[in-house]
């Protein structure tokens, strides 16, 4: 690939459009409405913007993997944008376009600029593409045409490729070997495992998408776990979830069983007995948990896209491109940040909101945080708020994380994080009334060290009639927290927890529709929240969140250690 042209095609096709720039990267999932394309993402620049037959400039995406589903249900509805301009490696959104040309035969181009073409075309009213060209006020620009595959593939490959193996894993083939070559891999590598995050049901193209691949004899390779779902699997009719809803999301999660999935239904997959070990490739989509796998357990996995997780889970291959590459693991900014004394746990996802926004676009090393002696969930809140801001797949942390050591690229530069900075951050995250009738925990899935913690923090005390309390979690914790007493400890202080759905795929009426504002101590949920739900969203720490459930208000002042 000629990384020094001015101009390269990613996905072929022909556009023009008027053009909506913005310089801050934007996740399609919690931050685009498949119903109508707009930005739905409160914090975004482009927030109200109708992205819909406009030509989108934008650095590359950020935050979650379902972005690729998101892109292909607009496409396939006609309210897509008309083409993708990038100036960075984009794969998120690339995918979805990929899949939409691929098994639908709906074109949308992708295009990647240099960054001083991309920042002069920006200002243009309107951009074309041609198929040799970009044109922009008069200006044109010559377009490369997109990569071709250089992959040394290995009779697997090929057998897998020719169809020997099924139509289902032909087609997965296909998309691989097609986002290999974007990426400039030159081979493919095995995976131990792969976890899947297009069982949500962001949108119908989800399970169009799925139920095509099961139709057609698809079957996993390597063992496979699931991501959370939208619906309780067992309980969504009972629960009223309406039938138009219920039923193709029970269906998507089945489409995955059907292909040899495991129903483990959860967004941290990390806290499963299957959790893979340091230098250990996998193929894991859903971003806090490729960020978590990374950073914290040294696994090695891109952020995969949906789609793109399911075709490496039925082949057992990976592009050898990205973080699976050890100069690609290293960290390119240095991130000071002032440790607190008194913290609490709201500190961390903070923090970790604050990195993003401060390293969108590469992977940093925060130093400083090694005396907080952060707990395996303190990292958990970190990567998952890390993810809704920051594009990058991994972070370390200096004494902290396995790799931190070894981190330094000579080459990086270096910012702070202040405690002025946590506090305008903590002041953004919580805007909007002090009264609040939800209390939500548990994005990504709780722990059951979370659960306990929770637990002990109402010590005996009962919500108020009128403020829910709902913990979502996986099926593992819940049965632990069962066993325990953790569960029963919960239930009497009036504390709902549900599986399989987690947060960022809660619909009503399983969402109380009373609410009008939410109380969280999720960093991920706090950002996303807003967009998703439409209610305001309140941001603290656990005691914060207990003290919201048993007074029905959230504590006037920040905390103390802001």
């Known amino acids: 690939m000629n990384h020094t042209a001015s101009a390269r095609s990613i996905m072929g096709g022909t556009a023009e459009g008027r053009v909506v720039a913005t310089q801050e990267a934007l996740s399609f999932w919690g931050g685009v409405d498949p119903a109508t394309g707009k930005v739905i993402d409160i914090h975004h620049p482009l927030h109200g913007e109708c992205l819909t037959g406009a030509i989108l400039m934008m650095p590359s995406s950020r935050g979650s993997c379902t972005g690729s589903g998101v892109l292909l249900d607009l496409a396939l509805t006609g309210r897509a944008p008309a083409a993708l301009i990038f100036c960075e490696v984009e794969d998120v959104l690339t995918l979805g376009a990929l899949v939409a040309a691929e098994m639908f035969a709906r074109q949308l181009p992708v295009v990647r600029l240099q960054p001083d073409v991309f920042a002069r075309l920006s200002k243009a009213k309107t951009i074309r593409i041609e198929t040799a060209a970009v044109v922009a006020d008069g200006e044109t620009i010559a377009l490369l045409p997109p990569a071709t595959s250089a992959l040394a593939l290995t009779d697997g490959d090929r057998s897998m490729l020719d169809g020997d193996e099924g139509v289902a894993v032909a087609q997965a083939m296909r998309i691989l ?49 699931m991501n959370a779902i939208s619906v309780d699997h067992a309980n969504w009719r009972s629960q ?143 990567c998952a708020a890390f993810g809704t801001t920051s594009a990058a797949p991994m972070l370390h942390v200096e004494g902290v994380t396995p790799e931190a050591a070894d981190a330094i690229n000579p080459n990086g530069d270096r910012f702070a994080i202040t405690r002025a900075d946590m506090a305008s951050a903590w002041k953004m995250l919580n805007e909007g009334p002090d009264a609040v009738e939800l209390v939500a925990i548990g994005s990504p899935h709780a722990s059951l060290a979370e659960c306990r913690a929770l637990a002990d923090a109402f010590a005996g005390r009962r919500r108020l009639p009128d403020v829910m309390v709902i913990v979502t979690a996986g099926r593992d914790v819940i049965t632990a927290a069962e066993a325990d007493g953790t569960l029963a400890r919960l239930r009497a202080s009036g504390v709902e927890v549900l599986p399989d759905l987690c947060w960022c795929s809660i619909s009503e009426p399983v969402f109380p529709p009373g609410t009008r504002a939410v109380m969280t101590n999720s960093g991920k949920y706090a950002h996303y929240g807003p967009g998703l739900s439409g209610r305001v969203v309140r941001f603290g720490s656990v005691a914060d969140c207990v003290q919201a459930a048993i007074a029905g208000r959230v504590p006037a002042d920040p905390p103390n250690w802001l």
């Open 177 to 225: 070997t097609a986002m290999a070559a974007q990426q400039g891999a030159t081979s493919l590598i095995d995976v131990t495992q792969a976890h899947i995050d297009g069982c949500i049901y962001a949108s119908p193209a989800n399970l169009t998408f799925a139920e095509k691949m099961a139709d057609l004899g698809g079957h996993v390779r390597v063992p496979t776990t």
């Open 240 to 382: 009223g979830v309406p039938e138009g809803f219920g039923d193709p999301a029970a269906r998507l999660a089945d489409a995955y069983v059907r292909m040899g999935c495991r129903p483990t239904f959860t967004c941290s997959p990390y806290l499963l007995g299957s959790a893979p070990g340091a230098g250990e490739a996998i193929g894991w989509a859903e971003s806090n948990a490729v960020i978590f796998a990374n950073s914290v357990l040294g696994a090695r996995t891109a952020k995969h896209p949906d789609f793109l997780d399911l075709c490496i889970a039925l082949t057992g291959r990976v592009p050898l491109s990205g973080v699976y590459l050890d100069q690609n693991r290293k960290a390119t900014r240095i991130l000071d940040v002032e440790l607190p004394e008194g913290r609490d746990d709201a500190f961390w996802p903070l923090i970790g909101y604050l990195a993003g926004r401060a390293s969108p676009d590469r992977i940093p090393l925060l130093r400083g945080l090694a005396l907080g002696n952060p707990s395996r969930d303190d990292l958990k809140a970190l």
